[in-house]
């Protein structure tokens, strides 16, 4: 569940939104067993279906993000404003490098065929770790669809303020992504890319869903800092 919940929150960072229908299809390896993540783009509106149980919902547009709770059959519901306090909360506590500014992709000049396709190895230093990204120039329809994944900025979702590469600097589809976070290693592969025509019930919230209340990122962090000022018990 950790493995795919920071794979989802690298998707929103990197892909936002776009504005034509698409459906890209990834497996994701590393922390528990192998998993498939779906991303599903239309319009301002991405799903991403990091585990059967996980469903979330990005509204480009507004900045919400909606996470589904499928066993519980609850929602819980991220404001434009709480998730850019969770960002720089994140941040803050992921810099370990005190990276600053938006990261540089340097190509290495390895060359390697990805599920049949050739790519190109691209590093670049992030706060979460090491970054690596196998591109692949030539991948059918690969600049039309990187336009897509670029169609939207976002304050909320700047890849400067993540501290994560722009895709709008890469040379073509990034089809393999490793990120290495000092002993955690995650990876994902494109395994599909689809252009079909999506359903807006698919970015719907189900009407039978109980929506669950989270506490502000700000409380969280003060208690975070909060020093001991009891002395424990003898």
Do not use: H
Request: glycine share 6%.
């Amino acid at each position: 569940m950790k493995t795919a919940g920071f794979s989802a929150l690298l998707v929103i960072t990197a892909f936002a939104s776009a504005r034509a229908d698409l459906t890209i299809v990834q497996k994701v390896e590393g922390a528990g067993p192998p998993a498939e993540m779906t991303i599903k783009i239309k319009g301002d509106k991405a799903r991403i279906d990091a585990t059967p149980q996980l469903t979330t919902i990005v509204d480009g547009k507004t900045g919400e993000v909606i996470n589904l709770m499928k066993d519980q059959k609850t929602i819980v519901r991220m404001s434009a404003e709480k998730m850019k306090a969770a960002a720089d909360m994140i941040s803050k506590y992921t810099n370990k490098n005190e990276t600053t500014g938006k990261p540089k992709l340097a190509g290495t000049g390895k060359k390697e065929t990805i599920n049949g396709y050739e790519a190109e190895e691209y590093v670049c230093d992030t706060s979460f770790g090491k970054a690596t990204y196998w591109i692949a120039p030539k991948f059918p329809d690969g600049a039309a669809i990187l336009k897509q994944l670029q169609s939207l900025k976002s304050e909320i979702w700047n890849p400067t303020n993540s501290n994560m590469p722009d895709y709008r600097d890469f040379p073509g589809l990034p089809i393999k992504t490793i990120m290495d976070m000092g002993g955690t290693v995650v990876t994902s592969t494109v395994i599909s890319v689809k252009q079909d025509p999506l359903s807006d019930a698919d970015f719907a919230v189900p009407k039978d869903f109980k929506e669950v209340k989270v506490p502000e990122m700000s409380s969280l962090l003060e208690k975070n800092e909060e020093p001991a000022t009891t002395s424990p018990a003898p």
